[in-house]
């Protein structure tokens, strides 16, 4: 119907002046819209909605609700997996991820990956990324202890920064050298944005408080600069670090799910982004979101081992087709 008046408005447009084509084409957009049924504004004006736009992949499509006048512009969500998710404003000055995500960027976590995989250190690159993530997890030990939410949240917050700092080093040198990149700028940044989604995911059960907040920025923020300096200084060591990293996160999500198990932690519901971002179950708990973020933790494991090896062959990440699928 809209496609209708605008091939209408845009032919009687054509005989307008630029201005008056515009004004033509917008009136007809607004008066082709239909009043929406029992939707009701503060202040009495009327209040349209546009069709309903199409998903992909037979998920569930979402309303848009104009209100005429100066408010809001609201639209009411339902996620890939059923699951409603609160309305949200373009105005709110705080928001937070609740948004459903796009069903390309969901996807199902592989659990049959194998957990226990460990490179034993043989270089002295090796041994230096193994005792330096190692000295990193003793103070993490000492300040949050059994707190596991908090832990995570302080995990995800570092294990964020290696994708986003080697993709983004990776992307300037494909600009510098006028080359293609073998897909691991894409790799490395879905890495960085799947962490981010930990992250955010955790923010919804952790409720950290504000040292422990302040914390985090003085940890990022040391971070993210000593990481980038090692990934210029020598990409293999920073990728096998990355690599000891995860193998780190996936024994302290072990341990997150025996606390659990044993019911020193409330197994709460899952959180409705988790549901949405891994396509969970509408009934699931705060168990199967650890399970999935600890799938994950293996293949960023695995796929930073994978990095590192290739430079220690001498040869550019470019030569091996990086592994783009699968977070």
Known sequence: MISTVLRRSCLDASKRTLPASLTSINAALFHSLTPAAGIGSS???????LPPIPYPFGVKSREFHFQSGPSEFRASMVSPAG?????SSLGDSEKTETNPKQPWETYKA???IDLKKHHVPKTFLDRLAYWTVKSLRLPTDLFFQRRYGCRA???????????MVGGMLLHCKSLRRFEQSGGWIKALLEEAENERMHL????????????ERALVITVQGVFFNAYFLGYVIS???AHRMVRYLEEEAIHSYTEFLKELDKGNIENVPAPAIAIDYWRLPADATLRDVVTVIRADEAHHR????????????GRELKEAPAPIGYH
Request: proline share 9%; aromatic share 14%.
């Open 302 to 313: 695995d796929v930073n081992h994978f990095a590192s090896d290739i430079h220690y062959q």
């Open 110 to 112: 592989d659990l049959t």
């Open 83 to 87: 699951i409603a998710l609160p309305e």
């Open 235 to 237: 990409p293999k060591f």
């Open 200 to 211: 955010m995911t955790f923010m919804e059960v952790a409720k950290p408080k504000w040292y």
């Open 43 to 49: 202040d009495d004006k009327p209040c349209f909605v």
């Open 153 to 163: 949240m302080m995990l995800e917050t570092v294990a964020a920064v290696p994708g």
